[in-house]
């Protein structure tokens, strides 16, 4: 009988755990289709140089001070037509670009440079200015790493991402005194395994750390054949400055970590051997550009140990994939999670789709790259795995 009992009690619970559910889904579903019926009588019809476009108030809305918020702004009635349409006279080429911008806060542009200079002169004669900034900047992926000539040779190299161009960019190292071999594209089977050192966004500065000293590039430096300057610093920051890896610049402040190691503290996990507890902690730094000065941030992986994760600012959080271990040889890891400093808590996000460590993350257009590294056994992996929060995979 308690057996009995005790099934039919679970039971229970699972019904009702689907009938919250149901109902969590039910309620959801009847919110999106009470906004899409509010919609429906809040229209604005546009006819963009001859062309028809039709959208909500609340897309033109929902970024201020550009022209269509100021066209639906109350206090700025406009005129249609008597179809109902409010007639701009302006190229309607790009003009369903503009608006997917404005309704998603996104938008793919053109892969040809010739049509960049169409799309941002539409953007800013209507101010919308979130659009114009990556068009007025060359924008690049920048991987900053050690290309390996032989199995015993390695030398320092920068390879750049081309975003307009959606490729690769064949670049030779620009460190002082180093060259790498050459490379075009990152599933180039020719291509030197790679051991990154760090990645970024470029579109002004670029800053990246290798043999001991912090270097950055002005203007489109990492493109062209400038200098590399070594960065003047009031201050040490750590002994072991030459394991510095440059995470991104976030609050006017350059934020690295150094380190072979995370912490642990707390964390329990079979894939590791628990028994030795002596682990070199992987410390969080800022560079203050300013006072020239390094400020100690303690340590911020309280949930993870292992070595050579990758690491990026994305939305002003830490982002933090990809990790190895060596309790049975050469290990790695899928693991991914991102650090909110205000709440001072770790969130889970999807694993990679391979477990990798010493690769490359960035974060670009909202989304987060992981990139390159190397696999199990060493392997190393030329792939690159992109991560979008808004779709959660």
Known sequence: ILRRATELHADLKRRQRALDTARSEFTRRAQEVAVVNEDQGDCWYLDIGGSPFHTTTRALRSRPAHFFSTMTSPFFPSEADATGYTFIDRDPEWFALLLGFLRDGRAPLPRERASHSRVLREARYYGIEGLTHPLDSAQHVVVCGWGREDPHTFRPYVATYDCRAGAWVRRRALLPDATAPPWASWDDPDAPPLEPITGCVFQDRLYMAIDGKVLHSEALGCLEDSKWTELKTNTRFAEERERLRI????????????????????FEDSDFDSSDDEYDGNHLWTFDTVSKAWQWRGFKWQWWYGDDPAACIRDGR????????????????????????????????????????????????????????????????????????????
Do not use: F, N
């Open 247 to 266: 995470v991104g610049v976030l609050g006017g402040r350059i934020w690295g970590m150094c380190g072979s190691s995370l912490e642990k503290l707390g």
């Open 318 to 393: 830490l982002i933090v994939a990809g990790v190895s271990g060596s309790r049975k040889g050469h290990q790695t890891y899928r693991r991914v999670r991102e650090y909110d400093e205000d709440g001072s808590a770790w969130i889970p996000l999807p694993p990679l789709c391979k477990p990798r460590s010493k690769a490359a993350a960035v974060a670009l257009d909202g989304k987060v790259l992981v990139i390159g590294g190397q696999g199990p056994h060493e392997t190393p992996l030329r792939s690159v795995e992109e991560y979008d929060p808004a779709t959660g995979r």
